[in-house]
Structures are given as C-alpha cells and as structure tokens.
C-alpha cells in the first residue's frame, strides 16, 4: 500500500501519536482524560482530520470481538459470585509447605485461571489473597505479585479467550478455539515452568528468609483475614448505593433473626426497609433528655415512635399467637429458622452448579469449533436467566469503559493503517521477517517484542496481524496459522518485558497498592526480574509453537 498524500500521513500520525500517549500515560499532565476517553479522542480526530469517513469509522469496530469480550466478562461476574474464586484462592493457602511451594501454586493456580477467565480477571480477584497469605506468613510480597503477574500473562496465551488480543486474533484468523489451544499449549506449559523456575533462581534466598525483610515492621495478619477474603472481579465501582445481592444478603440475615416466613426478593427488601426505621426510631428514642426537652416537636416524634414501635410489637405477637393457633389446629408446626436457612443453602449449592455447568458448556461449544462471539454471549444470558433475579448488578459490574475503548482503539488503529505507514515500514522488514526460518522468527519475535512494549499488545496485533499472516500465506496455509499463533505468543508474553507492557501488570501493581496491606511494587523491581524471564520464556516457546 502507497503512502497516503502528505496531509492525510501528517494529521493521522497526530492523531495516532495523541491516542498513544493517553493509551500508555493515562494521566499525563496536559491531558489528563484517561485511556477510554483518549481512544475516543483518536478515533474522533481522524474523522475530523479526514483520514477517514465516518462511515468506515463504524465500519472499523469489530462487533464480534465485544461481544466475545462482552460475554466473558459477564460470565466471569457469575462465576465470581459462585466463589469459584474464593475457591482458587483457598487452593494456594490449602497445606502449603512454605514459601516455594506457594509461588509455585500461585504461577500454577494463576496461569490456569487466566487461561480461562482471562488475565485481567485473575489478576484483580488474586492480587489482594496473594498480598494477605505473604502478610499472614510474614513473607515479602514482591516475588509473589512478579509471579503472580507473570504467570497471568503466560497462562493467557493458550486460549482465545485468555487476553484481549488473543480475542483479535481468533477472530480475524478464524483459527478455531481447539486449534488455537493445541498450538500454543505446549508453549504455554512450559513457559509457566520455565518462569517458575527462574522466580525461585531469582528469589531463592529471599524465599529462604521466612520473613519479609523488605518491610519488617509489617505485623502478620490472622489466618481468619485470609479466609474471609471476599473477591470481586468488577472494574467498575458503584460506591453511591449497594447492589441488590448486599441488600438479599443482609435482608435474609435479619429475616434468620426474627423468624420471618417471606423470604422472596421483595419482601427481603421490605423487611430491611422495615428494620432501617425501626432502627432510626430507637435512635430517636436514644436522645438525651435535656436536648429533647428544649424541643417540643422532639418529644411528639418520640412518643409517635414509642406508639408505633409498641405497635409493631403488639402485632407481631398477634400474629406469632395467630400462626401458632393455626399450627396446632392444622396438625403442622411452623418453619423453623434453621429449616429456612437449610433450604436457602441448598438453592444456593444447586444455583453455583448451574453456574459451573454453563460455563463447562461454553468452553465445550468453544472447542466444538461453535462461533465463539455468540458462545458466550449465550452462555451470558444463561445466567442471567438462571439467577431469576434483576440482572443489572452484575450487568453493572461488565467493564464498559474497557468496550469503549476497544471502540475508539480499533477505529484510530484502522485510520492509522490508511495513512499508509504500517504498510511502509512492513514492506521494509518482510524480506527479514520469514517464518520459514529461524533467524526470520527471530526477527519478527523482536519487532513484535518492541511495538508491545511501546504501543501496547493490542495495537500492534491490530498493526502486524493481517500484514504477517498475509506474508506466511504466500508460503502455506499451515504457515499462516503458525504466523498468527507466533503472534499471539509473543504478544502475550511481551506483557512480562515491564509494568507498561501489560494491563495485567498495571492491575497487580494497582491493587497491591491500594490494598489494606498495600504494597508498591515498583518499575525498576518488575523490569529486573521480566527483561531476562520474557527474552528466555518467549525464546523457549517460539520452537513449541505448532501450526
């Protein structure tokens, strides 16, 4: 493809170099917008600057691709909510036999998780356990969040559905979800030993300390703490009101207390609006005596909630004698607490195994070779409908701000291709790049390593994708595949080189500071230990890769 005129190469580049800036430094100083909103802005301005219609704007967003993003987020919501990450994280605190053996399950548990939930996800309901269980055991965390990072991104390269740009790569290349396992799995498998291995080289006498000497006036923390961890996948925050479960969850604990037979949706509500008032009431009735008495209005709400509390109380002694009346004339007696509270548990374990059952019938239909977008989106609504309930709290919790910026990703990345530039500096490195031989693999491993790392994974698979598989193919068929799983592993892995060069990694480090334990894990420790593990890992697994 021929450069486009001059204008047109010089104001798309403007506008590809503001997307990038904002897409690697969200918050830098004279634009601090964040990277959903600098995607927009990209994409806006090469429709303003004419590189593109707007017309082949909308054209340029790639539905196939939300809707599989769309519908593992949503299936990750429910499968958050049947504690299936609860469960991971007991798995890494199950009798463990020291801190080498806990950084080996963690790269273990998170690569495993990541390949199948996504490395996001993994990474955010993992990060704060991880922190809690080196707390408790007095460990330095640094090691365990490198491995923890470390082994997300790896993990997630052997599925489609593991990172965003396996999701590109699947769907442009139309490889099948089966084929794009078996490809890249013995890649991936001994990667995760590879990296492990050299986390304990690295940490080995760290790890051997039984203490963390990076901070150790930290006190450790109780093994109830770690126990209770209560996870959450969301990555969007709702801090003005509870979501509907809470308000389930404390409305059925009240009903457990006072003995009440309703225990649908609605009257859980009802009941813990009840309990709100009775407890303003008796805030009321709490006053001091000498500031009710310079009110008079103060003391008629008194004796109003005095009246209306004792009526309460007069009518549900009514009607406990009542239900009791009616118990012994019908032969029956009534439900008790603990019965409620058995039945309750069961419909929660049935409900957690429908859960796991779709999700189990996805990833068939995944491997069945069945359209992945529509997979899962079905798998989605599966378990909107099993809940029974108002979907919105977990619809809530779907990342839409990262589908927006998907949006103006693929929008600004499509307007940088028509200034004709990629295609430039492609047609300059092909002849170097051939994967039908080794140095050929090697270079191409390295200009995929370096855009990772400079415009971020997903771009630079959106950038090469179609330009490398087009070279392959004039080789073979079976080197077009092997072109776009050479991708997508060097891509993912790339994400080990620096904090930067993976979402996954800005999570762990985001969390881990954030957390009630918080801990900074730092650039320079990162790239330390990431700059020698990516080159070995992705050197390793490029000669496992199968086409």
Known sequence: MALAPTIKVVLGSIAFAIFWVLAVFPAVPFLPIGRTAGSLLGAMLMVIFRVMTPDQAYAA????????????????????????????????????????????????????????????????????????????????????????????????????IGNPQNLVIAVQSKISFGSFLFGILPAMIVGVVVNAVLLLAVYWKLLSDQKDEEDPAVEAIAEEDVISHR??????????????????????????VNGSSNINGHANHAETLRNRGINSEN???????????SSGTMNSVREGASDRISQRKEESVHSKKLSSVNGSENGSFAITSEEKEGCAKWKRLLWKIGVYLVTIGMLISLLMGLNMSWSAITAALALVVLDFKDARPCLEKVSYSLLIFFCGMFITVDGFNRTGIPSALWE???????????????????????????????????????????????????????????????????????????AANLIVCEQARRAQFGYNLTFWRHIKFGFPSTLIVTAIGLTLIRG
Request: proline share 5%; aromatic share 8%; charged share 15%.
């Open 231 to 256: 996870f959450s996948p969301a990555t969007m925050s709702h801090l003005s009101s509870l979501n509907s479960e809470e308000l389930n969850n404390f409305s059925l604990d009240t009903l457990n």
């Open 283 to 293: 805030e009321i009735l709490k006053v001091p005596s000498q500031e009710s008495d």
């Open 428 to 502: 300059f490195m092909e002849p170097y790049a051939q994967i039908n031989c080794t140095s050929g693999i090697a270079v191409l491993a390295l200009v995929i390593l370096f855009l990772s790392n400079l415009a971020s994974n997903v771009p630079t698979v959106l950038l090469l994708g179609a330009r490398v598989a087009a070279s392959a193919a004039a080789i073979s068929s079976a080197d077009e595949r092997k072109a776009w799983l050479i991708l997508a592993w060097v891509s993912t892995v790339a994400g080990n080189l620096s904090l930067l060069g993976s």
């Open 61 to 160: 967003i790639d539905l196939p691709i939300l809707g599989l993003l769309f519908g593992t987020m949503v299936v990750s919501v429910y499968l958050e909510r049947a504690d299936m990450f609860k469960y991971l994280g007991k798995l890494l605190a199950w009798k463990s036999m020291g801190p080498k053996d806990l950084l080996c399950r963690i790269c273990l548990v998170s690569a495993v998780s990541s390949a199948l939930f996504t490395n996001d996800t993994s990474c955010v309901v993992l990060t704060e356990f991880v922190l809690k269980i080196a707390r408790q055991h007095n460990l330095p965390p640094h090691p365990f969040l490198v491995a923890l990072a470390s082994s997300a991104n790896i993990g997630s390269s052997a599925t489609p």
